[in-house]
């Protein structure tokens, strides 16, 4: 079983940064990967960013892409999602889910077997 905590979230205003953090529990991480979605009021959960446990290699939404960073500590079982230059269009409920090696795309919600409660960001205009 995997247990996945977030944090990090908060009200910022625009233009601002946060740093959310995933912290894994449960078992022995070395293959599969973890990614960050969101889900903002009346809309469908959508892809942010991922990486893969092991050889570290990451995939964002063009929505994120020169703004949003992820990293991970292999150490600490944490994975970071840096946010910069924060839109109000960023707020949302931001979750960290955790995918299986060859269990599917890192793209989308499906694939992905565990989740955490979700942290959420506001970003003030």
């Known amino acids: 079983q995997v247990q996945l905590v977030e944090s990090g979230g908060g009200l910022v205003q625009g233009g601002g940064s946060l740093r959310l953090s995933c912290a894994a529990s449960?078992?022995?991480?070395?293959?599969?990967?973890v990614g960050w979605f969101r889900q903002a009021p009346g809309k469908e959960r959508e892809f942010v960013a991922a990486?893969?446990?092991?050889?570290?290699?990451?995939y964002y939404a063009d929505s994120v892409k020169g703004r949003f960073t992820i990293s991970r500590d292999n150490a600490k079982n944490t994975v970071y999602l840096q946010m910069n230059s924060l839109k109000p269009e960023d707020s949302a409920v931001y979750y960290c889910a955790f995918k299986d090696a060859n269990s599917g795309t890192y793209y989308y919600p499906r694939p992905y077997g565990y989740w955490g409660q979700g942290t959420q960001v506001t970003v003030s205009s």
């Open positions: 449960g078992r022995t991480f070395s293959r599969g990967g």
């Open positions: 990486i893969t446990w092991s050889g570290g290699s990451t």
